[in-house]
C-alpha cells in the first residue's frame, strides 16, 4: 500500500524593507539561493528582511512554521540555509510535560551550530543537549527559560551572531529583538543575539523545528524519569537563594544523567 505525504504544502513568504519608497524592475536568483532586487540603476539591498515558512488553514489565518530575519545583502529564502549565517544557535524550549509534577518546569536546551560545504551540504553539529528542571517557578515559564539560559551564555565576541530559537511569543519577538521590549523584567536580549521562531509541533523538515523537537523530548525523559518516584536515582535538588523566582534547580545532560 502507498503511503501518501500528509504534509500541507508550504508558502515560502519573503518580506523587505527597503527603507524608501522603490520601483523593483528584476528580480534574480542566484546560484547559491538568494535572491537579487534590482531597480532602475542596478541592484538594490534591504534595509532590512526576514523570511517565513507557513501553510495555508481553512477560516484561519495562516500557520507559521518558522520566522526570521535576513541578512540585508544575502537574501537566502532556504530556511534551513539562512541558520549557516549565524556562529551558532541556541534552542530552548519550556514547559510542563507531567500532569503528576504541575510545581516543576522544565527548560529543554540544544546548542549547535549550522555548516555548509562547498557542495552546498548543510551539517549540524550539536555542542551539548541538557534540560534545566525548576521547583516553584514564580515567572513566565518561556520567558524565563530563555532568559535563564542568555545570562549563562559567556564568551561572546563582536564578531558573533547568534540565533535564539524559540517557539512561543512569536508577536513579540520582533520588538524584543529591536530591544524595545525586556525579555523579562528589565533584562533585555543581549547584543549579538537575535530570536527566531519554529513550531515544535511542526515543520520535522526544519533544521530550527527538529532542534526545538529535540529539546522537547527530552524535558519529557527527564520528566517521566522523575514522575517515576524512584528518588533513589535522582541527585539531591539544589535549594536556591532568596533572590531566586523558584525553590530548587537541577541540571540535566542528553544521557540524562545529572550534571
Known amino acids: 500500500m502507498t503511503k501518501h505525504n500528509s504534509r500541507k504544502p508550504r508558502d515560502v ?3 523587505l524593507d527597503m527603507g ?3 520601483v523593483i524592475n528584476r528580480i534574480g536568483l542566484k546560484k547559491d539561493g538568494c535572491v537579487v532586487f534590482e ?23 495562516p500557520k507559521i512554521i518558522n520566522q526570521t530575519s535576513l541578512l540585508p545583502n544575502r537574501l537566502i ?31 529543554g536546551l540544544v546548542h549547535a551550530k549550522v555548516q555548509e560545504s562547498e557542495n552546498n551540504i548543510l551539517k549540524v553539529l550539536i555542542y551539548k543537549e541538557s534540560v ?16 535563564y539560559i542568555l545570562k549563562s551564555i559567556s564568551g561572546v565576541t563582536e564578531a558573533d551572531r547568534i ?17 524595545k521590549e525586556a525579555i523579562i523584567d528589565n533584562y533585555f536580549l543581549p547584543d549579538n543575539f537575535e530570536l527566531i521562531y519554529a513550531s515544535s509541533d511542526k515543520g520535522s523538515e526544519f533544521i530550527a523545528n527538529q532542534l526545538l523537537k529535540e529539546c522537547d ?8 524519569l522523575i514522575a ?8 539531591k535538588l539544589i535549594k536556591s537563594n532568596s533572590e531566586e523566582q523558584f525553590t530548587c534547580f537541577r541540571s540535566w545532560e542528553k544521557n540524562l544523567n545529572p550534571l
Do not use: M
Open 13 to 15: 513568504n519573503l518580506y
Open 20 to 22: 524608501n519608497p522603490t
Open 39 to 61: 531597480d532602475i540603476k542596478g541592484a538594490v539591498t534591504p534595509a532590512a528582511a526576514f523570511i517565513s515558512n507557513s501553510h495555508y488553514r481553512q477560516n484561519k489565518p
Open 77 to 107: 529564502i532556504d530556511f534551513n540555509k539562512a541558520l549557516s549565517n549565524y556562529t551558532c544557535v541556541f534552542a530552548i524550549d519550556t514547559n510542563k510535560p507531567e500532569k503528576s509534577l504541575p510545581n516543576i518546569v522544565f527548560t
Open 132 to 147: 534545566l528542571e525548576f521547583h516553584d517557578l514564580n515567572s513566565s515559564c518561556e520567558r524565563f527559560g530563555w532568559a
Open 163 to 179: 540565533a535564539v530559537i524559540v517557539d512561543s511569543e512569536l508577536k513579540s519577538i520582533p520588538a524584543i529583538n529591536q530591544r
Open 217 to 224: 523530548k527530552n524535558t519529557r525523559e527527564v520528566a517521566k
Open 228 to 235: 517515576s518516584g524512584n528518588e533513589s536515582n535522582l541527585p
